[in-house]
T-cell receptor, first 113, second 113 residues
Framework: GQQVMQIPQYQHVQEGEDFTTYCNSSTTLSNIQWYKQRPGGHPVFLIQLVKSGEVKKQKRLTFQFGEAKKNSSLHITATQTTDVGTYFCAGSEAAGNNRKLIWGLGTSLAVNP | DGGITQSPKYLFRKEGQNVTLSCEQNLNHDAMYWYRQDPGQGLRLIYYSQIVNDFQKGDIAEGYSVSREKKESFPLTVTSAQKNPTAFYLC????????????FGPGTRLTVT
């Protein structure tokens, strides 16, 4: 079945450093979504990318969707302690039933103040 | 306030007992989902429903059952047949299929001893 691989599994940075997490799918995706889960909390939707090569920005966060719609990345510039949490990508198969998302295992980000 | 509620937040049960987790939404969403989250495992889909009185198995449905008698409600029963029921259970809803963002409830942490 389709898989979405997410790397790295963990990342520990100093406050002010940049951070990037990557998602790679074994098949073409129709869309990809990104979520953030704070420790002890629930996932919260950040953004959805739909178009090939799409780039979207939310303040210090930059999201990209690859040209082949098989990979995506989330980049955080100048991390802050409020960025701590686990970031998940979730995609929908282009040739699938479009009813459910395929989730990556997440990247846990720790930020040293 | 609109949103998804899950109750209780913490639940303790003895092995061999069935337990039902509540999920209610007032967002007028058609689709609802149940996920299980274990440390390092990401989100795994248990069951999902696109419409009242209809639901489909996800990736790990064995030992679980659901019902969707009302649009607002999607309760999950963890049966005694589930071999490793201790986990964090998350309910989510969305307007439709995988092209829509999912809204998550706060989760129920189930411990079975």
């Amino acid at each position: 079945g389709q898989q979405v691989m997410q790397i790295p599994q963990y990342q520990h940075v100093q406050e002010g450093e940049d951070f990037t997490t990557y998602c790679n799918s074994s098949t073409t995706l129709s869309n990809i979504q990104w979520y953030k889960q704070r420790p002890g909390g629930h996932p919260v939707f950040l953004i959805q990318l739909v178009k090939s090569g799409e780039v979207k920005k939310q303040k210090r966060l930059t999201f990209q969707f690859g040209e082949a719609k098989k990979n995506s990345s989330l980049h955080i510039t100048a991390t802050q302690t409020t960025d701590v949490g686990t970031y998940f990508c979730a995609g929908s198969e282009a040739a699938g039933n479009n009813r459910k998302l395929i989730w990556g295992l997440g990247t846990s980000l720790a930020v040293n103040p | 306030d609109g949103g998804i509620t899950q109750s209780p937040k913490y639940l303790f049960r003895k092995e061999g007992q069935n337990v039902t987790l509540s999920c209610e939404q007032n967002l007028n969403h058609d689709a609802m989902y149940w996920y299980r989250q274990d440390p390092g495992q990401g989100l795994r889909l248990i069951y999902y429903s696109q419409i009242v009185n209809d639901f489909q198995k996800g990736d790990i449905a064995e030992g679980y059952s659901v019902s969707r008698e009302k649009k607002e409600s999607f309760p999950l029963t963890v049966t005694s047949a589930q071999k490793n029921p201790t986990a964090f259970y998350l309910c989510a809803s969305s307007y439709g299929g995988s092209s829509y963002e999912q809204y998550f409830g706060p989760g129920t942490r189930l411990t079975v001893t």
